[in-house]
């Protein structure tokens, strides 16, 4: 194969950049599809409740891959309805297969009055909670969502994928070691042939 330029391309070359684009494919389509399974969810959950002085939004986005819900959760004070600042908000989860209960700290970026939490759970029933902790003390509790957390299943599709791409390297690595002891032998018979 040449170029315009007249110049041979290297079989190597062209193996090395076929191996390239079918591993970048394959890896931006396995990737495309996850990013679509978290973000594009059915279980996307919107609460709006008033309890005490605080009027209390949460959106919570289930990850099914990750068998994890990330919560945010978005606070204002129901009268001047100002977003509300140096709050703890912790989410509170209860198993409804037992009595086991959890607390996590909602975490607060740089964004007044805007929470959130990524909880990781089990298989099973969830009940969540909100609760606001305000700096002079006291607290406050707002419903959130019940869960079911499926139970994983074993995708083998990665499996597969993995396996096609390491056949393709190996078998690419022997051809190009192949091909290389080819060229080196059939120039060895040039200089000798040449030489007599």
């Known amino acids: 194969m040449t170029l315009i330029t007249g110049r041979r391309l290297s079989p190597n070359l062209i193996l090395c950049a076929l191996t390239l684009c079918a591993v970048l494919g394959l890896w931006s389509g396995l990737a495309g599809a996850a990013w679509g399974q978290d973000i594009l ?18 959106d919570a986005q289930s990850l099914p891959s990750l068998q994890s819900v990330q919560f945010f959760i978005t606070i204002t004070e129901t009268a001047p309805g100002t977003r509300a600042e140096d709050l703890t908000v912790s989410v509170l989860t209860t198993w409804s297969g037992s009595d086991d209960t959890g607390e996590n700290i909602a975490l607060s970026p740089n964004v007044p009055g805007l929470y959130t939490a990524t909880l990781r759970f089990d298989p099973g029933r969830w009940e969540t909670t909100i609760l606001i902790e305000p700096p002079s003390g006291g607290s406050y509790g707002a419903d959130a969502f019940v869960f079911d957390v499926p139970k994983p299943t074993s995708d083998s599709t990665a499996g597969f994928v993995f396996i096609g791409v390491a056949v393709v390297l190996i078998v690419g690595a022997g051809y190009l070691t192949w091909r290389i002891r080819q060229n080196q032998k059939a120039r060895v018979g040039a200089r000798g042939d040449a030489s007599q």
Request: glycine share 12%; no cysteine.
């Open 41 to 58: 969810g059915q279980d996307s959950r919107r609460n709006e409740s008033v309890t005490g002085p605080y009027t209390v939004v949460v």
